[in-house]
């Protein structure tokens, strides 16, 4: 049988991936390679969250990251911490295949991560920026490309505001990139306009079904 395809996610800030890749997770136990690491509010900060995932913070953050109280969501996450040097001499050998960085934060997608969700036989979903999607149109693995989008960008305005995790700055430079963002929708797939959340996420439920039906059955 072969191995399930990947799956690519991308979008503007606030488009609504996490939201439905959290939906699909819960519906889909252990059929996805990722799960919400302990440290997923650093990489909501940084707008992006990238599993699997190489995170790269300072030693500060990474020592406060493994102090962290909620046990339960520290057992099978997909992140992987290192240092910045470890990272960039990674970046150099050419073992990631996107990486990027905000706020004086690093972080990219190894080859290795991917690697071993695949080897896993589940789906691994990669939520990346439009350079990342570039990179990975590069690589040779095959993955759906599936770009979520707001239905206006009034809309995504008002859904960053009201989830209050941006300043205006931040909110600015995101409504930017939004913009450039729904302009490269010829880079994908599908697309899909997430209005409505419950039909949102049948579209995409839809999309992979063929994926999900895989792997279901290699696990029954
Ligand atoms: N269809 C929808 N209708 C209304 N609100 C939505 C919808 N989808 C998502 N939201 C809300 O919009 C906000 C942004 O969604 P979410 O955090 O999932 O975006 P994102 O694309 O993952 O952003 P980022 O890339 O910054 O992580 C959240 O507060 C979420 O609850």
């Given at each position: ?38 440290l ?29 109280p ?9 992140y992987?911490?290192?240092t ?28 290795a ?62 409504l ?11 880079l ?32 029954s």
């Open positions: 049988m072969s191995r399930p395809r990947p799956v690519v996610l991308s979008g503007p800030s606030g488009a609504g991936k996490s939201t439905l890749m959290k939906r699909l997770m819960k519906e889909h136990e252990g059929l996805f390679g990722f799960s919400v690491s302990r997923n509010k650093l990489p909501m900060l940084l707008g992006a969250t990238l599993l699997p995932v190489a995170d790269v913070f300072s030693s500060e953050e990474l020592e406060n990251s493994f102090s962290c909620n046990e339960s969501e520290t057992t099978d996450t997909d992987h911490y290192t910045r040097e470890a990272m960039q001499q990674g970046i150099d050998n050419g073992d990631f295949i996107e990486n990027a960085e905000f706020s004086g934060n690093m972080y990219g997608t190894s080859k991560a991917v690697e071993d969700v695949l080897a896993k036989n589940v789906i691994c979903i990669l939520d990346v920026d439009i350079q990342g999607v570039r990179r990975i149109k590069e690589t040779d693995l095959n993955p759906i490309y599936i770009s979520v989008q707001p239905p206006s960008m009034e809309i995504l305005e008002k859904r960053l505001r009201d989830r209050q995790t941006e300043t205006e700055d931040s909110l600015q430079k995101r930017e990139a939004a913009r450039i963002d729904m302009e490269l929708r010829g994908f797939d599908v697309v899909i306009i997430n209005d409505d959340l419950d039909r949102a996420y049948e579209e995409l439920k839809e999309i992979l079904s063929e994926e999900i039906t895989k792997v279901q059955k290699a696990q």
